[in-house]
């Protein structure tokens, strides 16, 4: 009569088990679909990184080209200066009328490059902001890596059955 109760016990222990392995089963689906969605998102955050390394660029670019123009704004204003109201420099009065004019224009273009530039330092912070997600989400994907893995050794266990009882 021992071993009907044994068998019973036995009995209600696999299917505590299976129950268990279904239910690690199913978290299992889930980090699955989880770590694909957060690669996915990765990948988008790693995509706009590299928009950001290419805004930089431009950036950089941008402020050199608004540099120089400023020295050609700086340069041009000495010649204006240098020339006008002084008859005895022997300039014509359109070469002092052209200085104006190219320093005008000059003006212009730096005023221009000045609003980009501090649109594109903006953009770079909104990817800074961005990458600093991205850290982040590649801290929490490698957590639920760990966890999977962990859930998968111990749905292993479980698949290989109970230990034999010591006795």
């Known amino acids: ?3 009907i109760p044994l068998d019973i016990e036995t009995e ?5 088990t299976l129950a268990e ?7 299992l689906e889930e980090y699955r679909y989880i770590i694909m969605m957060r690669d996915r998102d990765i990948e988008n955050l790693r995509m706009k990184l590299a ?5 930089k ?11 120089l123009l400023q020295d050609s704004v700086h340069l041009l204003k000495i010649k204006a200066s240098g020339g006008m109201g002084r008859p005895e420099t022997g300039q014509p009065a359109y070469e002092n ?6 320093l005008e224009d000059m003006q212009q273009k730096t005023i221009h490059l000045q609003t980009q530039l501090a649109d594109l330092q903006e953009r770079l912070s909104e990817l800074t902001n961005r990458n600093l997600l991205l850290q982040q989400e590649a801290s929490r ?17 479980l698949k290989q059955g109970p ?3 010591e006795e």
């Open 163 to 165: 230990l034999p009882d």
């Open 141 to 157: 994907t490698g957590e639920l890596e760990e966890l999977l893995e962990r859930t998968a050794r111990e749905l292993d266990l």
């Open 97 to 102: 009328n052209s200085a104006e004019f190219e």
């Open 57 to 67: 660029s431009n950036t950089d670019n941008q402020e050199e080209e608004l540099r």
């Open 21 to 27: 392995c279904e239910s690690l089963k199913a978290q």
């Open 1 to 3: 009569m021992d071993k």
């Open 51 to 55: 928009e950001k390394a290419e805004f």
């Open 12 to 16: 209600a222990l696999l299917s505590h």
